[in-house]
């Protein structure tokens, strides 16, 4: 999660955590539609989903107890639908993502890693891209291997043009790959939301196209998200624009916050349908409201035992 530069650009008290590290102020969320879902098929085993990911939820432990917070994985595991989790992870904090993910292994669950600079997120400086690229050559075994990676969190501006997006990610994608072989996730330009943009990279519309194909596509959905290629709020058909380009596609983040027009429970819902993994903003680590126990790592960083807020459902009936 964020900046969303989109009807505006006020703070997002759910990303706040990266002011901790002195980072430029991250933007969200709150606000959701209650909108009745759309009927849904019958829910997908986790091997019909995307690259065999189970639906689950995000963590962002950076920020707090100098990075070593309790997870409360006990609490977790009797939530039976979060499969996976998808840990955020701040470049610094490699010593404590390698117990993070060792943990995480360790308590049954699937593994997206994330490298999160919250100072640079919307950025369209490729150097910062080329940097991750090469993190992950630097760290992939070190943090022990054997999950996916999501190459860097909502890189690329609501801006950028398709083909500076391709160029920049084959750059990064073949660092990355000097260590790793499987599927990359991709963030979505424009703090994830800009779907025609990476359908267009994908399939080389404009000229230039992202060459890895194994690969898979991430949209972030929060109420007030805007494809502003589209020139729209963010809906079920930019989905659809996504899937397009012939590459799997999940829902890397969502939550309801901040408040906007999106109907972001029935995208959620929409991805399911076609089969997509989805991922809840968060289990614990948002800097705002949006966090499924309490006490929230940011109210208490330290704490060792853990109950489900009043959040929690908005997240975990969509799983």
């Known amino acids: 999660m964020g900046l969303f530069p989109t009807f505006s650009s006020t703070p997002r008290p759910a990303r706040l955590a990266g002011l901790l590290l002195g980072a430029s102020a991250l933007l969200g969320g709150c606000a959701s539609h209650e909108v009745a879902p759309a009927p849904q098929a019958a829910a997908p085993t986790t091997a019909d989903l995307t690259a065999n990911l189970g639906n689950g939820v995000n963590l962002q ?118 260590v790793y072989g499987g599927p990359i996730i991709i963030d979505c330009a424009g703090y994830g939301q800009e779907t025609a943009t990476a359908a267009a990279a994908v399939k080389g519309t404009s000229g230039t196209k992202i060459n890895d194909t194994n690969i898979i596509l991430s949209v972030h959905v929060y109420p007030n998200g805007y494809n502003q290629g589209k020139n729209h709020s963010l809906q079920n058909a930019d989905l659809d624009d996504l899937a397009s380009a012939g590459r799997p596609c ?8 901040p408040a906007g027009p999106v109907y972001w429970q029935d995208v959620v819902n929409h991805a399911k349908g076609k089969g997509w993994t989805v991922l809840g903003w968060c289990w614990n680590g948002d800097g705002g409201g949006m966090n499924m126990v309490n006490p929230s790592w940011a109210s208490n960083g330290s704490a060792t035992s853990f109950t489900l807020s009043s959040y929690f459902s908005q997240v975990y009936n969509l799983l």
Do not use: C
């Not at 470049?91 to 999160?116: D, E, F, L, M, R």
């Not at 999940?250 to 916050?257: A, H, K, L, W």
């Open 61 to 178: 432990p950076s920020y707090y107890n100098g990075g070593n917070p309790n997870f409360g994985w006990a609490l977790m595991k009797q939530q039976t639908k979060i499969k996976t989790v998808r840990i955020e992870i701040e470049p610094g904090y490699v010593t404590q993502a390698k117990s993070w993910i060792s943990q995480a292994k360790a308590n049954g669950y699937a593994v997206i890693a994330t490298y999160h600079k919250s100072s640079v997120l919307g950025s369209d400086n490729t150097a910062e891209l080329t940097a991750a690229g090469n993190w992950w050559k630097a760290n992939y075994n070190t943090l022990g291997g054997g999950f996916t990676i999501n190459l860097m969190n909502e890189w690329g501006s609501h801006n950028i043009s398709a083909n500076a997006y391709a160029a920049a990610y084959n750059t990064a994608i073949s660092s990355v790959r000097q």
């Open 250 to 257: 999940i829902i890397g983040e969502f939550g309801n916050t």
